[in-house]
């Protein structure tokens, strides 16, 4: 069982867990008509380090002049949280028209992502009190979010924060899936 914050800090954090965050899939123009296509994902946790973050916030918030903006975030890493038994049915994704693998959650696949044992995915299991449905993160999934959108979006939308070891957990499988060897 994960372990979650429910206070509200004014900044965004790493393992925040925010609401309704929209996602820009393209933007085209035709004809001089500009279209712009979005992805609303009812859940995402915050990937980027805490302490980017951090420092991020203390210099595009604060009064203090400075002689260069190099600790500034353009964007923030995230990745979906989805309610884990669309995963396990590949429905995770039906709304944008794709059909994913399915995972019998009954035998060694569904296991393995239940004990984290899936390098793609992350399982996380809520504790009662926390409105939240067992879920998992798709590594393969992962895009970024301008800065300070997050900010003001995490205002009215957000849910909760990993603790710090459930936090950094997830950190260390996202890099580990990402810096892992690619094979045909």
């Not at 800090?9 to 820009?24: F, K, L």
Request: aromatic share 10%.
């Amino acid at each position: 069982m994960v372990k979650v914050k429910k206070q509200r800090h004014p900044r965004v954090s790493q393992g925040d867990i925010i609401r309704d965050v929209e996602h820009v899939e393209y933007v085209t123009t035709k004809g001089g008509i500009v279209e712009i296509s979005k992805i609303t994902f009812p859940l995402v946790v915050v990937l980027t380090q805490d302490c980017d973050l951090a420092q991020d916030y203390k210099f595009r918030w604060s009064k203090a002049l400075t002689p260069n903006q190099d600790k500034l975030l353009l964007s923030v890493l995230v990745a979906p949280l989805y309610n884990i038994e669309h995963v396990y049915t590949g429905e995770h994704l039906q709304d944008l028209g794709l059909k994913m693998a399915p995972i019998n959650k009954s035998k060694s696949p569904g296991t393995y992502l239940r004990n984290n044992e899936t390098p793609r995915y992350h399982y996380l299991d809520f504790p009662t009190e926390t409105p939240l449905t067992p879920s998992a993160v798709d590594f393969k999934h992962y895009f970024s979010v301008n800065v300070e959108y997050l900010k003001k979006h995490k205002k009215e939308n957000f849910v909760c924060q990993l603790s710090d070891l459930f936090r950094e957990d997830v950190s260390q499988r996202f890099s580990s899936f990402l810096s892992r060897i690619g094979l045909p």
